[in-house]
Structures are given as structure tokens and as C-alpha cells.
């Protein structure tokens, strides 16, 4: 479910703001406990290839769906896969959704809402119905078409889970553009005759990314959950290959011989999704001028 | 709140105890399509009609042919013109009498309707005569060995000729049949409500007035309601649940071998896509089938519950093979094969499967054996709607893909084997093998077949355009309660005889 | 005010006409013949043509839109290819389901997000304002189809508390009804607590440092009486204007819960339509929804315009 996003204020990032923010972020415990979460299934994706766990597609048919013993401290999976090492090669598939759908939506959302708040008129006009369209059709609802319009794997479910966040950027962005405009340094450089480019990327854009900074944060948890739901759904992850929401597609038909299936990567997707969540507070908190 | 919803839990049971003698709630796997015997496509849609709608013919647990509504029959010397009797003081459940005319009506409309998908099964008829109120000739044009078995399936239920031609092909919406309950309402997705046809000529083998049929598609879901006692019957309990359902005494588990099978189709002739080496060249074909060990496959994703095979018909049915036993899986052998067809140092084959769990998890465990004989299988996921266009299109290399089964053994080959048959997605073309199936298609002897049937068998294991895995076993979960079930291998629920006691 | 929703339905007429270009190309879109997809197991290739011809797929696709413009202005949304029922008809019988698993899903929101809400913001600070924030926060990140298995396992197959799933219209036994829901509704709810209390927090931080609470605590009014009568009565504007918001959400949100719970409902049948590639029924939902979504977000509008006293006067 997408969050509906708290307005961040608006403000420049100078130097001495950028600091003062690192300062309020750092002293922003749970944030900081987000923080620590997401660096460290981070670092587990990174790390799965030399750390030393079993191949994660290697199968066993001694081993099938054994419970957490030594040597699988999580358990075996339906075909005796090793279930830590899926969950740790998961965290790859699922942290990429998160993160490269986000970048998806951030690509075309950004330019969009800038376009739609600085030019406005007709340029506006079309692309604010365009997204409301889109924005009337339910998220989910939306990625699942999509998903089944380009056919079931990770890289298409990314693409539509990033399609479907889309609109939330353009709308973000382009409120934001269009408070910013109307400052008058911006206007005064007008004024002046700056090129459109330069006021862009001077003045505008510096303060759009705050708050997109912050909904792009709470977007990767939604982003996480979602890749889950449609594996879930079977159009996400396939098989062999390892992701959290896949795995729990599986785990829901062994869920009384084998629990520790299920349990697991729902942990750790609750796990990694609090942690963006908290992140993206603690951003948010962190970059509002209005509180101190 | 805990102890306040425990108590009503208790209320509930109780009063859910007290009703349930009345109503039998039977879970289904999916929701049935419309209901029609003419339109209608899915096999829980078959379901249904079990207790909807009666046939000519039916069959017994050992799959003998024996009467419904038809009480006996007759062949002519050259087996070209078939009488029936039928049973008399029979009713729709509309009051319409059921006599020839109405089984005369039937078969036209099965045949001349235009939305009929059963047109192909009661192509051999060529007309149909009355010889008396309950009397009726069909006539063919050449024999037809498999017309009895489509008469105790769906083209052999008879539906209300009043109803049917008030309705047209809206008919689905309020069926009218002869069968032991009659419709009564229906909300797709949800439910279907049947109620007892008092005037059922069977009437005392029926012991509730409703019958209802709950589709519930997550096999643990659908499984707990049996646990929690919200419905009495379940049809396809999953084969890794069946320990857990056995060590439950508030659970029977009834189960049968099905009349169908799994495999892998290959595209040996279906477009240019046939055009590799497994499409090509059958000794990969024969080495992908020699490096899967069947019954650790079974053993893994079914808990051995199922049945290996490596022919259309299960090694328990009359019609198995004996001359070609299920093979011992031999990695070497696969490699000498794959060696000689040009890739000692292994190939790379593309299999295409639906994205749901249970064909997913067989092709993992088919990829990791096919591994080991240097054949790396990339799978390719797709929706089942997709994959089935790709398949019809020749889109497709190899597919994973099955066949629900059908009482006669033409139904689980020729269509899929001959030339030009209406699912041979394959592509497969051999004119031995074409003479063989039709010949067996127009004689009643049984040996005579079963001859047939074995000599296109040789050629299609060494043609190999489809390689069988297993045949899945239909097991069905009944409450404690349930008494007089009868497994049928063709997945069937009949109610005759079914009780349940408190 | 009338004037303000005027312009508002005008502006949503082109919004709806793109919905319904963007869900008809879908049909383009998708790969999977619905022809095919509802042939099953025989295909008979004379059947399916007449069916193609029948339902108008051989037609070109902008004259197939038009056909069903013209059918949906007249209340006609087409005929369902799985099972032969108008989807208007399948439209009204699903409808109520959903909405009354929306409606428990809001009662459970509510009941635990606002008061939670409430008391973070007045012990702002605390260990109780963390605890809340964390619980919010954790119902947030549980998938909720994760969430929902997990209960039917415990509360119904281990405890035997509530029926595994299924629906019972209130019509026919209402407690029954209410009973099977509860768990769906829950599980649904869960999420939207947690956004509902962290809004709620919001709003009332926001109140709770405004003037008229300070001139209130001045006054010398009790505190429990400036907290629910003066200051939760302001951040109430907000409040309401995201429930309305988060109406529609939940109706896309009951997609998964209704999935697990095999509830009748809104989500069940979009998901199985998709997946059986039958258009109209894809159509008629989304567009449906998208019409529901664009009312919602006026009732927004409307209600943020009605409860704000200054904007009223303007």
C-alpha cells in the first residue's frame, strides 16, 4: 500500500543545512536503527557470493524440507534447497526491486512533474490528467496487468511495479516545482534572464529532492512488498532463482510440515521494509525545517 | 474478546452441527465455467454435474461402462448403428419427461449449437431415429470405439429440451437436467447451490437436500476449512499435505490413480520453432526421458503419492504397455545418447511451464537431474493462458503441460498424436503411427486395441515427442462423518450413497 | 462550493476517458488469446472462431472501443467470457462484498490508529509515543498476504477460532458474516492503522502547538478536555480527508486479502479475470474503480472544504 506522503518544507541544501541535517539524522535513533537494518541485508546481497553458505539453487532430495538443523540453520525447502542461502541470494532479487523499480519511477516521474510544474499550461495540463488517470487505477491492480502484460519474470515485475509508482513522483515533483517558482529568487532569475536549464538545475531542482528523497525511501519498502505480492502472485521471481516473495509463494503450500519456510523470508521481508521505513522518518524528520 | 470469541466458536460449532446432515459442502479446487454440458470446458465444472445432470452411460470405480439413463444398448454386426434403451419415468427437473425425443434433441444440440465445444465428440453420429418412446438408434458412418465414453461424459448429459430451447445458449445461467439435485443459485467465485430433486428416479440413494460447492483455490485454505469442519468434502488435497490430513482424526482421505498424466510436449513439427536439436533429433529426447529418475521425482514433489509413468495410460490401467516398463533413470545411457546426437559435452534445451507452484517445483527437480546428464534446461515461466497460445502457435520448444484424462484410451493419445489432431501442439506426424490410432478408434475389440495401441507405442517411444512423467492421484479429504464415498479414478465426487452422520 | 465540484467532475470526465483507453489497449496489451484461454482442454478450432466472431474479436480495435463506450454509457459493460454473466451484473454482486470488508478493515483502522494516534501525540516523546511509532511502523512492513497465512494457520486450523475463509452475506446470517471477516478485515486494517495513526499523530502535534490549544490550557481548561474537544476536533479536517483517500486504496488493497481469504470480492475477480484474460470483466472493474476513486477523492475535497472553517469562508 503506498504511503501518502507527509509534505517535507522546502529548502536549499547548502552546505551548512546539509550538515545540520546529518546532525539531526544521526541523533534520530530509530532512524538510525532503519539505517543499520537496510546496510546490513545490504551487505548480505553483496556479500552472498563469497560468503560461505551452500549454492542456492543446489538441491538434495535427501534433505527435503528438513527442519533448521546445523547444517541448514534455517531449514531445507520443498526440493532441499538450503533455505539461508535462498534467503540471503533473495535479499539480492528483493533489495533490486525495491530499489531499481524505485529508480524507474524516479526517472520518469522527476522530469515529468519538473516539465508539468515549470512549464506549465498545456504541458501541465496533459500530464497531470495523464497521472490522475493513473492514479485512479488501483497500485496493485495496475502492476498486476502489467506484469502479466509483459510476461512473469523479476525484471518485468520491477518495471511495472516502477511504472505504477510513477504518478506519485509526478505529482510530488510538480506541487513541489510550483511552490519553488513562485519563490522570488527564482522569480528574480528570471528576471534576469537565466536560461531555463540553469534555473532548473540551480535553484528548482536542489529543492525538489528532499522530499522526493524521502517518498523514494518509503517507496523501496512499498516497492519491497509489492515484488513480494506479485511473486506471490507467481509474476515476480521465478524459479529457480531465489527471492523473498517467491519463496513465500511456495512456503504457503508446505505451511504445516514446513512453517520455517514461510516464516523466514516473511521476517525478513517485515525486516528490510521496517528498515526503509524508519530510514525514510528519520529523512523526513531529519530534512523538515519546521521542526528543530 | 479471546474468551467471548471462543464461546461463540463453540455456539457456531454447534448449530453448524445440527445443519449439516441437510447440506453437504463439498470445497473445489476452481470455480466451475457455465454451466452447460455443451459449453462447458473445466473439469470441476464436470464436478458439479456429477450431481447436476445425469448421462445416457456412467461408469463403475473399475471404469466398465454401465447404464444411467440409458439401461441397455446394442451394437449392429458392423458396429455402425447403436440402440439404447432408457430408463423410464424419468424427469427433468422442470417436470419435461425424459423419452428419445429428448435424447434425439440432445445430440443435435451438442452437435449443431453453435458455442458446443462438444462437437468433436459426437462427430461420428450421423443421425439419430426414434424407434419408440424410450427407444432411440444413433447411427454412425463407421464404427466408433470411444462413443460410449463420450456418452458417460459430458456429450451423454441430457438437459431439458423445454428449457434448453426457452434459454438457447443462455441455458448456462439456470440449468435444467435429470441428475439427483437441481439447480438453485449460483455467485461466481463463490458458490454453487444445488437442492434435491425430489422426483429423482434414484431418489433414495440421496441423503441431503443441498448440496453446496465452495471453490477455494489455495490448497492449505481449502484443507483448513475441512480441519475447522466448515465443509465436509474436499476435492484435490495436495499429495505433501497428506500426511498432516492422515494424522488428523477428524479427517478420511479417499484417493485414486487418474485416468491422466504429466509430461513434457516437445515441438517437433509445430513452426520453425521446431527447428533445433530436441526438436530434431529424438535421441535427446530419449536422453532428456532417460536422465529423470521418476520416482525420486515423485518421491520429492509428491511425497510418492502419485504414480510414475512414461505413457499416456498408468501402469494400473488396462491399456499400460508392459513391453516398456516405466525405464530406470540412467544418467550414462542419456550421455552415450547425447554424445552420439553430436553434444558429448552437454546442450541447452528451453522447456516453458506455468507459473504456479506445483510444475514449477517439478521442473526445478527435472532441471537438477537433467544437469547431471549435461542437459541444462532453462525454464521458462509463463501464465497458463499465455503458454497455451504459444503452445497452439508453435511458439515453444518444449512445454510442461498435462492432460486430465478421459475414460477411453483414444482420448489420452489421438488428439495429441496423429496428424493434424486437434491438440497436437507437438506437431508430430507419422503415418504408422496415424494408421495405428484410427484403427483402433473404429473397433470395439478390446484386444484388437490394446494390439494397436502397443504398435504405435513402439514407434512413440522411440519418436519420443512427448515425454510422460507421472500420473497424479486424485485424493479427496472427507470429514470424519462422511460415510459410503466412493473413489472414481476419473476425480469425480458421486453423491449416491453418501451420507454423513453427526 | 457547488461551483468548486463542478469544475471538479469536469476535470475528471478526461481522466476517466484515458482510464478507459489505457485498460482497453490492455486487451491489445496482453499476450494469451481469451479465446484460447477459456477453450480449456478440447479446442476445437470451428468453436472457436464462431466464439471470436461472437464476441467481437475480429472487430479492429478502435471500433471494438467504440462498441464499448456506446454499451457502457448505456449501463451495458459486456458479458463476462468465463462465466457468460453481464459484468454489470457480476460488478453488483461482488460489489457489496468488498465494501463491507473496506468498512470492517476502516472500523479496525480507526479503533487502533486513532487512539494510538492521539496518545503518541499528547506523550510526545515518550516511551509510549516510540512504542506506538514502532507498532505503526511494523504494521506497515508485514506483507499482508503473509500476515493473513499466518493467522488462518494459527487462529483457524491450530485454535479452530474463526472460519479459514469463504464469505457469508449479512443478509443471511449476520454474525456468521461478521465472523468470517474479521480475520480479512484485520489483516486489511493493519496497514491502514498504521497510516492512520501516524497521521493522526501528525495532525494533532500540529494542533497541539496552534494558539487556540495554548489559549485554551490558559483558560485553564482540563487537559483531557482540550486534548479531545478542542485539538483532536481540529486535526480532525485532515483526518477525514485521508480516510476518504484511503477508501479507494483499500479497495485495491482487499486485491491480496481476498486472494488468501477467497473472499468473492472486487480483487478475487480482477486477479482471476486477468489471469483468464477475460477483458471485459478487467474492464469493468478497473474502470469502476477508477469512477469510485475519482468520487472519493471529491468527498475528500468536499469534506476538507466543509470541516475547514476558513476555507468555507473564502
Known sequence: MAHVAEPAGAEALDAKSESRVWKKFRSHRSAMLGGVIVLFFVLLAILAPILPIPDPTATDWGAVRKAPSLAHPMGTDEIGRDVMSRLIWGARASLMAGVLSVAIALGIGVPLGIAAGYFGGWTDSVISRCTEALLAAPFLILAIALAAFLGPSLGNAMIAIGLSATPIFIRLTRGQVISVAAEDYVESANAIGLPTMKILSRYIFPNVLPPVLVQATLTVATAIIAEASLSFLGLGQQPPAPSWGSMLNTAKNFLNQAPWMALWPGIAIFLVVLGFNLLGDGLRDALDPRET | MLRKLTLTAVLMGASALGAQAQDLRIALQSDADVLDPDQSRTFVGRIVYTALCDKLVDITPELELIGQLATDWSWNDDQTQLTMQLREGVTFHDGTPFNAEAVAYNIERSQTLEESRRKSEVASITGTEVLGEYEIRLDLEQPDATLLAQLADRAGMMISPT?????????????????????????????????????YWN??????????????????????????????????????????????????????????????????????????????????????????????????????????????????????????????????????????????????????????TEPQQVMQVVQAMAAEAGITIEIVSKEFATMLQDQTAGDYTASQVGWSGRVDPDGNIHQFLTTGGGINDSGYSNAQVDEYLNAARVTNDTAERKELYNKARDILMEDSPLVYLYHPTWIWGLAEGVEGFTPYADGMIRLEGVSLSE | MLAFIGRRILVAIPTIVLISIFVFSLQQLLPGDPILAMAGEERDPETIAFLREKYGFNDPLPVQYVKWVTGVVQGDLGISLRSNQPVSELLLQKLPVTIQLAIMAMIFAIAIGVPMGIVSAVKKGTVLDYAANLIALSGLSIPNFWLGIMLILLVSVKWGLLPASGYVPPGEDLWLSIKTMLMPAFVLGTALAATLMRHTRSAMLGVLKSDYVRTARAKGLKERRVILKHAFRNALVPIVTLMALLFGELIAGAVLTEQIFTIPGFGKLVVDAVFNRDYAVVQGIVLCTAVGFIIMNLVADAAYFALNPRLRKQ
Do not use: M
Open chain 2, 203 to 356: 431418489a433414495d440413494e440421496i441423503n441431503f437436500e443441498t448440496v453446496t460447492y465452495l471453490p477455494i483455490p489455495d490448497n492449505t485454505v481449502r484443507l483448513a476449512n475441512l480441519q475447522s469442519g466448515d465443509v465436509d468434502i474436499v476435492d484435490r488435497v495436495s499429495a505433501t499435505d497428506l500426511e498432516q490430513a492422515k494424522a488428523d482424526p477428524k479427517v478420511q482421505i479417499e484417493s485414486a490413480v487418474s485416468l491422466g498424466y504429466q509430461g513434457i510436449t516437445i515441438n517437433v513439427g509445430n513452426g520453425d520453432k521446431a527447428k533445433n536439436p530436441l526438436g530434431e533429433d529424438s535421441k535427446i529426447r530419449r536422453a532428456l526421458s532417460l536422465a529423470i529418475d521418476r520416482e525420486a521425482l515423485n518421491q520429492v514433489v509428491f511425497n510418492g503419492a502419485f504414480a510414475a509413468g512414461n505413457q499416456p495410460f498408468p501402469p494400473n490401467s488396462p491399456w499400460f504397455d508392459p513391453d516398456h516398463p516405466i525405464p530406470e533413470r540412467d544418467v550414462e545411457a542419456a550421455k552415450a545418447l547425447l554424445a552420439e546426437a553430436g553434444y558429448p559435452d552437454g546442450i541447452t534445451i528451453e522447456i516453458q511451464a506455468p507459473n504456479s
Open chain 2, 163 to 199: 428449457a434448453a430451447r426457452e434459454a438457447g445458449a443462455d441455458f448456462g445461467s439456470n440449468p435444467v437436467c435429470s441428475g439427483p439435485f437441481a439447480f438453485d443459485n449460483r455467485v461466481a467465485q463463490d458458490r454453487i447451490v444445488l437442492k434435491k430433486y425430489a422426483d
